[in-house]
T-cell receptor
Framework: DTGVSQNPRHKITKRGQNVTFRCDPI?????LYWYRQTLGQGPEFLTY????????KSRLLSDRFSAERPKGSFSTLEIQRTEQGDSAMYLC????????????FGQGTRLTVV | SQQGEEDPQALSIQEGENATMNCSYK?????LQWYRQNSGRGLVHLIL?????REKHSGRLRVTLDTSKKSSSLLITASRAADTASYFC???????????FGEGTQLTVNP
């Protein structure tokens, strides 16, 4: 499978716990994006990397959220001290460098904070 | 509110009919893209139209772009039950990095 892979697919956690999600992009893609999507809404941009550099972060990304892409390959998104409002689908996408290119999305990680 | 806004929010049609969805946006763009999402799944890219293009076709899909009105439409002809999904427009701003999505149109095609 050469698509974007996200793990886990589902995560249920108690409020206050930390969670970490992983995204493996398409191997030749330099850009990697994280989006958050709540029910009935479109995806909202969180952050993006070009290779290992985190070039842009949304104001949605509070200090409880951190993303890394240490070797310019896979990426992790960590949420510390989870809150019920963090419940959402977290989507990862990758694309080659350059504007006007489509983004390839993974299947997402659905987070439920109880 | 988000950059893109789709209209209508929900659309229900019979198999074989055409479905038209509209998208409006607010700022200058490089490109506009349409994506499809089946329930609980990731997004799948359908078609991209550049800011200097007015119309584009791909199979049963036809996309138009009017940059003077900051709007786009997606037409799906001869719809099938398998077309049932949410459809989102996304704009690629002049910075060329993030995609900004609308809230989507939920299309239901009844067999």
């Amino acid at each position: 499978d050469t698509g974007v892979s996200q793990n886990p697919r589902h995560k249920i956690t108690k409020r206050g716990q930390n969670v970490t999600f992983r995204c493996d992009p398409i191997s030749e893609h330099n850009r990697l994006y994280w989006y958050r999507q709540t029910l009935g809404q479109g995806p909202e941009f969180l952050t993006y990397f070009q290779n290992e550099a985190q070039l842009e972060k949304s104001r949605l990304l509070s200090d409880r959220f951190s993303a890394e892409r240490p070797k310019g390959s896979f990426s992790t998104l960590e949420i510390q001290r989870t809150e019920q409002g963090d419940s959402a689908m977290y989507l990862c996408a990758s694309s080659p460098v350059g504007s006007g290119t489509e983004a390839f999305f993974g299947q997402g990680t659905r987070l439920t904070v109880v | 509110s988000q950059q893109g806004e789709e209209d209508p929010q929900a659309l229900s049609i019979q198999e074989g009919e055409n479905a038209t969805m509209n998208c409006s946006y607010k700022t200058s763009i490089n490109n506009l893209q349409w994506y499809r999402q089946n329930s609980g799944r990731g997004l799948v890219h359908l078609i991209l139209i550049r800011s200097n293009e007015r119309e584009k076709h791909s199979g049963r899909l036809r996309v138009t772009l009017d940059t003077s009105k900051k709007s786009s439409s997606l037409l799906i002809t001869a719809s099938r039950a398998a077309d049932t999904a949410s459809y989102f427009c996304a704009t690629d701003g002049t910075s060329g990095s993030r995609l900004t999505f609308g809230e989507g149109t939920q299309l239901t095609v009844n067999p």
